[in-house]
Every structure is written in structure tokens, then in C-alpha cells.
């Protein structure tokens, strides 16, 4: 399974006039991070960047002159996330900016089936709150200390650890499971199924010896024999 962990930075809060200037995001492969990312400044155009959107991201307008618009960078976008998942915090703030710049090169919207919120998921998991992205690296111990200002790559780093934390932390992400017969069962290898890692289980080549000894197992059936036809066990032993 591919999520791309994402978030962008805007020049305001308004999806109708502002615009998207920053898109950082990373690949997950069966929650794993794979190495692959997404890092882009944009251009606005003639929309400047509000003061208190900078004193959130320290982007000027004069660091965006040289970067390229939204429309020479939207197929790079979309090739980068593919079929996966798009997973934000807050992410209906940010699919709105996206959706938007979409709209206005004539491009379809990313659906909303599409789309994972963590907000959501952390006020499903943590109801009393807080669920800021620094709240949840506090709660689930991720060190942040680095994180003066928002910028879109390193939010999107930490999102991803807090994700991962929230599905249930590294062992959920192990995928391990049966796989039918085939060489890499035989051999207890790791093998793809349904896009998904999972582990072979070998069979043991000698089977365990039994832990009951043999005065016990006398003992039991002495036992259910006093129980009588109609008991849990003997149905039990019907089935044999």
C-alpha cells in the first residue's frame, strides 16, 4: 500500500485568492518510509505573501521571484503521488489549495476518498486533545526541537512518524501474515501479496513432542467419561 505523507505552506488563508508556495512530501510503502520525497517552492504570482502567513513560515516574496508557477510544476506533483493515498494534517485546509490550483489549470480534483486527515484520526484517538502537530510529537514522544518555523518537507516528516504512531506504532506496520504455497512459503521468505509485505511461516520439519504426559491424558479421559454424553467434551470428541 503507497501514502504520500504531505503538507503545503500558503501564501493566506483563503484557497479562493491565496496560493500554495511550498509542497513537501514523503513516500510510505506499507506505513514505511521508503526515502523517496517531494520538495517544491512555487511561485504565486501577483498574490504576496500576508504578513502573519510569514511569520508562520518565513517564506518571502522575494525568495519566490525565481521559482516556478503552480502550472509548470502540477504534473510533477501528480506523477510523484501517483494512485496513493494523500495523507495530511488538517487536511482539508490543504486539499483546498490543492484542489484549487487544480481547478485553475483545468485539472480534476483529488476526490475525497482519496484523502486521509490525521486531524481527524488523532480527535477519534485523543478527544481531550491537544492535537496540534507539536502536541501529538509531545504525546508520542518525537523529538521536534528542530521545528522553529512550519515548513511543508520537515511538517511532513513528523507526520509521519506521528502517523505511524497513531495506527499503532512500527509493529503495525510488519504486515506479517500467511502466504499460500508457493517457493517463498517453502522457504519462509518474504513475499508481495495484494501490494503488501508479508512473512511466510515455515512448518517445523519434527513436530513438538507432546506436553501432556501419558498418566495425564489417562487422567483426563477418566475424567470426561464421568461428565457424561452431553458434555462440551465429549461433543469434542464426536468431532473426531
Not at 11 to 24: F, K, M, Q, S, V
Not at 218 to 225: D, I, R, S, T, W
Request: charged share 25%; proline share 5%; glycine share 8%.
Amino acid at each position: 500500500m503507497r501514502e504520500i505523507i504531505f503538507d503545503t505552506e500558503t501564501t493566506g488563508l483563503d484557497n479562493r485568492a491565496d496560493r500554495i508556495i511550498e509542497i513537501g512530501g514523503i513516500e510510505l510503502f506499507n506505513h514505511f518510509p521508503t526515502g523517496n520525497t517531494i520538495h517544491i517552492f512555487i511561485n504565486p504570482g501577483d498574490q504576496k505573501v500576508h504578513p502573519d502567513a510569514l511569520a508562520v513560515h518565513g517564506i518571502t516574496d522575494e525568495f519566490l521571484k525565481d521559482k516556478q508557477p503552480f502550472a509548470e510544476v502540477a504534473e510533477q506533483i501528480l506523477t510523484f503521488f501517483g494512485d496513493a493515498k494523500w495523507i495530511a494534517h488538517n487536511a482539508t485546509f490543504d486539499m483546498g489549495f490543492i484542489n484549487a490550483e487544480f481547478a485553475r489549470i483545468g485539472l480534476p480534483p483529488i476526490l475525497p476518498e482519496r484523502v486521509l486527515d490525521t486531524l481527524s484520526m488523532a480527535r477519534r484517538k485523543h478527544p481531550m486533545g491537544p492535537n496540534s502537530l507539536d502536541a501529538l510529537c509531545r504525546r508520542y514522544g518525537i523529538d521536534n526541537s528542530h521545528r522553529t518555523k512550519h515548513g511543508a518537507l520537515l511538517d511532513s516528516e513528523l507526520l509521519a512518524e506521528v502517523y505511524i504512531e497513531m495506527i499503532g506504532g512500527r509493529q503495525a506496520a510488519l504486515g506479517l501474515g500467511m502466504v499460500g504455497k508457493s517457493n517463498q512459503a517453502a522457504r519462509g521468505e518474504m513475499a508481495m501479496e495484494d501490494d503488501v509485505m508479508i512473512a511466510a511461516v515455515l512448518e517445523r520439519p519434527r513436530p513438538l513432542a507432546p506436553r501432556l504426559s501419558q498418566i495425564e491424558e489417562q487422567a483426563h479421559e477418566a475424567l470426561v467419561a464421568k461428565l457424561g454424553e452431553k458434555s462440551i467434551w465429549a461433543k469434542y470428541a464426536n468431532l473426531d
